[in-house]
């Protein structure tokens, strides 16, 4: 990681400004040191999302709103100018420093980032992406067509033929220029269209210039979707290029249209200056579509709309495409961030968290304050998001999977708090009608503990909550206007991810827990189980396997597209790192690649075998970053596993390895 990208992290962070410069000071103070590199750098990337969704801005009951609404859409009033704007950020800008000065942190609610899924996605022998609703298709950074791999290694995307398991071939490769400064992040297949998505920093600023000494020059971050032609693996082509600004949010595909969402952030500090001294164009969202130029162009602020209720200062840009012709891109800028989105076929869900406080602070800190979700509804019509409709619940979300449409009823689980006190948690799950009006609910579960994973099937919702056991609660949702909790279980540990095995099993996955000396709750490895749900008011756990011990990790806990599974093929499996503990509470990495299971409802989970693209020999010591794998798909009864810098085939069958590819690394220096 290089130097520009800590600055343009910390420029990122929303606290104040002694804060900011003490921590670009001791980058600059370490340069000989890349370990402690990457150490921050993974401590800025965790801060900033944890800061940009937990950390709102201090809800002033008495301020006036200098807008005059002369335009609206859906109910939702028009920017209209920039003076409007400067007003704005001018008052945000002023509570900013009044409010992070002295603030206190709590437990960041991470993005990241699933309602009903197919059981069965395909008749076609290969695997796809483990998605959340049918029909919606959400990129990754590896995708399969049954005879070719396409996969983001590094800072480029190799097609590969994988027809002959046993003779892997790169057709082609595409790369990015060091000029261009685009990372690719995630992809799309659609027949013969390859989707890249990636994000480029355009950074203004000569080294470590400051403006006052005190910022950093804002960094430009654009989202960018690129349309390559691939009938000729041997030589794509770029069609398309659409491009907006701001940080990656996400993405998804119905059909053949594409819609990204990322946020802008808007430099609040530039606001302290008069609006005379300030360049209006400087703040206009900005966007490119090649289909109709490639010159860049701005939208005006007569055509932006703002959340009323929001304080965020960030432009939530949307950008929706067709891929198949070159009709001009649905470009839509709204006043307010997003955190979490949930999509089904025909509606857009955005959610952001607002802190609301009412009492006066006590030695240096608010002690209770309101926390809700305001959601945003998007129609969404031919690559069109057309905003509908907003409304809010008490609480925070956790991810996606906390959302769910069925039968035009929008349901979501949300854990509430009334101060950092985590004892104060409770847990609560509500049902919106197409109005986003609240028409059922249930409040204050589990009180102390919060959600660690939601998974809506149906007409009924699965909720795990923690603090020293695992309840699992089945809730019934037959009825919108009265959901009822029909069982509990409670079981040791807890799952962080669910995924259905049929209708009346579930598959948990999540980590084990312990007591240790200090009478605490630590986490002790992973663990994997099958729930039977077929009586709701009496859940059981059939199976459980525990894997590896203390440090034991997988991306499948935070990341469901890192799950492979195919119910008819009798396969579970799973990129893992499993580590043991040693003596003084170490722990040392014993096996890094990806481990196959198989499960049936007579035996439980049934260890097929483990595929490693390295050694490991002496812990951390011997780890080898670039042959980490990070997905693993099957074509056929081949399962390919993928890393940086190798790709590998094993038989499904006979778990022997059948063929490999390594993948030149680009220099990403």
Not at 200 to 218: A, C, G
Not at 345 to 368: A, F, H, M, P, S
Request: proline share 3%.
């Amino acid at each position: 990681m290089k130097k520009k990208e800590y600055v343009d992290a910390v420029n990122e962070i929303k606290v104040d400004r002694d804060l900011k410069e003490r921590t670009i000071n001791k980058i600059t103070q370490n340069k000989k040191h890349k370990n402690i590199y990457s150490i921050l750098a993974s401590s800025i990337i965790v801060f900033v999302i944890g800061i940009s969704i937990a950390i709102p801005m201090i809800n002033n009951k008495n301020k006036v709103t200098p807008i005059e609404i002369v335009e609206q859409n859906n109910g939702l009033p028009k920017l209209e100018n920039f003076e409007n704007l400067y007003n704005i950020m001018k008052n945000q800008n002023s509570e900013l420093y009044e409010t992070n000065k002295d603030i206190a942190f709590t437990d960041s609610v991470t993005s990241s980032a699933t309602s009903e899924s197919t059981l069965e996605k395909s008749e076609a022998d290969y695997s796809t992406t483990n998605t959340q609703v049918e029909g919606v298709d959400e990129a990754d950074i590896v995708k399969t067509d049954g005879r070719y791999i396409y996969y983001i290694s590094s800072k480029k995307v190799v097609i590969v033929n994988a027809e002959n398991s046993s003779d892997l071939k790169i057709l082609s490769e595409i790369s990015y220029s060091k000029e261009e400064k685009l990372n690719p992040r995630e992809l799309y297949i659609y027949n013969n269209k390859l989707i890249v998505i990636g994000q480029k920093e355009n950074n203004y600023y000569d080294d470590l210039m400051m403006v006052d000494s005190i910022y950093p020059i804002q960094n430009d971050s654009r989202t960018t979707a690129k349309v390559y032609n691939i009938e000729d693996k041997t030589n794509p082509k770029l069609d398309r290029e659409v491009e907006i600004e701001g940080s990656y949010l996400s993405s998804r595909m119905i059909g053949d249209n594409i819609y990204f969402i990322a946020n802008k952030y808007i430099y609040t500090y530039l606001f302290k200056d008069d609006i005379a001294e300030l360049d209006e164009e400087m703040f206009k969202p900005k966007y490119i579509d090649t289909a109709i130029g490639n010159e860049e162009k701005c939208l005006q602020y007569n055509d932006i709309c703002y959340f009323p209720e929001s304080e965020d200062t960030s432009y939530l840009n949307i950008a929706g495409f067709n891929v198949n012709n070159n009709e001009k891109a649905n470009i839509d800028t709204y006043l307010g961030a997003g955190s979490d989105i949930y999509s089904s076929q025909n509606n857009l869900y955005i959610t952001r968290v607002k802190y609301e406080y009412e009492d006066e602070r006590v030695y240096g800190y608010y002690n209770n304050y309101d926390v809700n979700t305001y959601i945003y509804k998007f129609k969404l019509e031919n690559s069109k998001a057309i905003y509908e409709k907003a409304g809010s619940v008490p609480g925070r979300v956790l991810n996606q999977f906390s959302m769910d449409e069925k039968n035009g009823y929008f349901r979501i689980a949300t854990t509430d708090s009334q101060n950092w006190n985590s004892k104060t948690n409770t847990n609560n799950l509500y049902v919106l009608n197409e109005n986003l009006e609240t028409i059922g609910k249930i409040e204050n579960l589990a009180k102390g503990e919060k959600i660690y994973s939601v998974r809506f099937i149906g007409n009924r919702a699965y909720m795990v909550t923690f603090v020293e056991t695992d309840p699992l609660f089945v809730i019934d949702l037959s009825n919108p206007n009265n959901p009822i909790v029909l069982g509990e279980l409670k079981i040791p540990g807890y799952s962080k991810y669910l995924h259905p095995y049929d209708e009346n099993h579930i598959i948990g996955f999540g980590e084990n827990t312990k007591t240790n000396q200090y009478g605490g709750v630590v986490t002790d490895g992973m663990k994997m189980a099958l729930f039977d749900v077929t009586n709701p008011n009496s859940p059981k756990e059939l199976y459980s396997v525990d894997i590896g011990e203390k440090g034991t990790y997988s991306e499948i806990l935070n990341n469901h597209k890192a799950l492979l599974f195919s119910k008819e093929k009798n396969i579970i499996a799973f990129p893992i790192s499993i580590s043991e503990e040693e003596e003084n509470y170490r722990t040392k990495l014993k096996f890094q690649g990806a481990i196959v299971y198989g499960l049936d409802l007579d035996n439980g989970f049934k260890l097929k075998g483990k595929i490693a693209h390295m050694q490991i020999t002496d812990g951390y010591r011997d780890y080898d970053y670039t042959k980490a794998v990070e997905r693993i798909i099957y074509i056929n009864d081949s399962l390919f596993t993928l890393s940086e810098g190798l790709i590998k085939s094993t038989d499904m069958n006979t778990m022997q390895e059948s063929g490999s590819l390594e993948i030149k690394l680009e220099d990403n220096e």
